[in-house]
Structure formats: C-alpha cells, structure tokens
C-alpha cells in the first residue's frame, strides 16, 4: 500500500508543480502561496474530520507538537520559495533542483536520526545529485 500512496504522491506533486506554474502567472508567488495552503489546510481537515481523528489533537506531546510546527514552517518557507522559483524560472528546472531534496533528507537523516544507508542506496543519492545536475545544465 505504501508504495501506491508514494506514486500518487509523486503524481499529485508533478501535477502540483504544472498546476501552480499556469495559475501564478500574474499573480504574486506569496499571495499563490497563501492561497494554496488555504486549500491544503482546509483539505487536511476535512480529512481529519472525515477519518473521525480529531479527538486525538490532545494526545499529542509536547515534543511532537515542536517538531510538527518546525515541520510546518520549513513546508511553508520551501513553498514561498518553490512558488518564486518557479515564477522566476522553467518548472522543470526548479523541479529538478528542488528534487535535491531527497539527497539533502538522506544526509539530514544521517546526521540527526543516525540511519544507516547501504552502498545501494549512496549510489542512488549520487545518480540523483547528477542526474538534477544534468536536467539544470
């Protein structure tokens, strides 16, 4: 099951990034930005609500409200600046760079959560720097 929800994330993302390209146009990339979280923040909780998950708002500790909210200001930076980038630049471009992503959490991870990672794995982090390196050049 988790691998189907990963490939409809990755579609609903690529879809995110055309989407978003076609209706910025004109329009200020913050206030894109605003308006694109309304409509997440609006679909989160509907699912909240439609899941009946609510009652658990007060079980969550302390210190994973901490880190709920550090996440959700570094989603809400990397979309203020994903949204200029890309009204600034090609998608493609900004997507590829953007995609450095998922080397920069192996890293993170690495440092802050001391996951290991075969060579398997290290190679597939260097195809993925070169390969966003090669769509931006």
């Given at each position: ?21 076609i ?30 998950t ?14 709920l ?36 959490t ?23 720097t ?8």
């Open positions: 099951m988790w691998l189907v929800l990963a490939i409809l994330s990755a579609l609903f993302a690529a879809l995110t990034s055309i989407f978003a390209k209706g910025i146009e004109g329009v200020n990339s913050t206030l894109a930005t605003a308006i694109r979280t309304v409509v997440v923040l609006v679909l989160s909780w509907a699912m909240v609500f439609l899941t009946q609510q009652g658990g708002v007060v079980a969550i500790s302390k210190r994973s409200w901490l880190f909210i550090l996440s959700g200001l570094a989603t809400g930076i990397s979309w203020l600046c994903y949204y200029k980038a890309i009204q600034l630049g090609e998608v493609s471009k900004v997507v590829s760079i953007d995609k450095l992503s998922v080397v920069l192996f890293v993170l991870a690495l440092v802050f959560l001391h996951e290991t990672f075969s060579v398997k794995t290290l190679i597939g982090v260097v195809l993925i070169v390969g966003a390196l090669v769509m931006v050049w």
